[in-house]
């Protein structure tokens, strides 16, 4: 069965420090990638894809993601943190032609002044 | 303006009670999704429609009910069967593998 998974369920980290979340899912055939942010008591926010292309993609709010095939991971990175980043964010995968995405448990970023 | 939304924005179940959730979106999207939302869990697939008169269980829709008479609408149906409901509930919609989502509603119990 498809699979996604994120390590970390928080992550503290000090205002202007860089970040990374950690996305990794379980391996297949094609796959489209997801970031999305979630602040409290609000819907989903899309911060980034990747459908194809370029594996380094860019997203909203200065961050990026970089798709790496063989160790089947996403992760989202941003190189300088700031306090309104306070939020959780969601990794979610579809596999090429499947009408579902599967979300990871989340990770709580806890940007800290 | 485009977009998801729904309502209410907090709903309250007594006992026994059926509730229904809306969900209208604006995009001309055909797919459109629900899901459950709990602490510490992610999200949780409840139901999801491809194209009007037409849905499909995913992987939690027991004690649930969906409709989808219209392109625009997908309202949840929370039956007195779901003996625990208290939860973050989103609508989703989607077109080019990509999912949008509404600002939710969330449900709880007296």
């Known amino acids: 069965a498809q699979s996604v998974t994120q390590l970390d369920s928080q992550v503290p980290v000090f205002e202007e420090a860089p970040v990374e979340l950690r996305c990794n899912y379980s391996?297949?055939?094609?796959?489209?990638l997801f970031w999305y942010v979630q602040y409290p008591n609000q819907g989903l926010q899309l911060l980034l894809k990747?459908?194809?292309?370029?594996?380094l993609v860019k997203g909203i709010n200065g961050f990026e993601a970089e798709f790496n095939k063989s160790q089947t991971s996403f992760h989202l990175r941003k190189p300088s943190v700031h306090i309104s980043d306070t939020a959780e964010y969601f990794c979610?995968?579809?596999?090429?032609?499947?009408?579902?995405?599967?979300f990871g448990t989340g990770t709580k970023l806890q940007v800290i002044p | 303006d485009g977009g998801i939304t729904q309502s209410p924005k907090y709903l309250f179940r007594k006992e026994g009670q059926n509730v229904t959730l809306s969900c209208e979106q604006n995009?001309?999207?055909?797919?459109m999704y629900w899901y459950r939302q709990d602490p510490g869990q992610g999200l949780r697939l409840i139901y999801y429609?491809?194209?009007?008169?037409?849905?499909q269980k995913g992987d939690i829709a027991e004690g649930y009910s969906v409709s989808r008479e219209k392109k625009e609408s997908f309202p949840l149906t929370v039956t007195s069967a779901q003996k625990n409901p208290t939860a973050f509930y989103l609508c989703?919609?989607?077109?080019?593998?990509?999912?949008?989502f509404g600002p939710g509603t969330r449900l709880l119990v007296l």
């Open positions: 989703a919609s989607k077109a080019t593998e990509t999912q949008y």
């Open positions: 429609s491809q194209i009007v008169n037409d849905f």
């Open positions: 979610a995968v579809s596999w090429g032609g499947y009408q579902k995405v599967t």
């Open positions: 990747y459908l194809s292309g370029s594996t």
């Open positions: 995009l001309n999207h055909d797919a």
């Open positions: 391996s297949s055939v094609s796959v489209y």
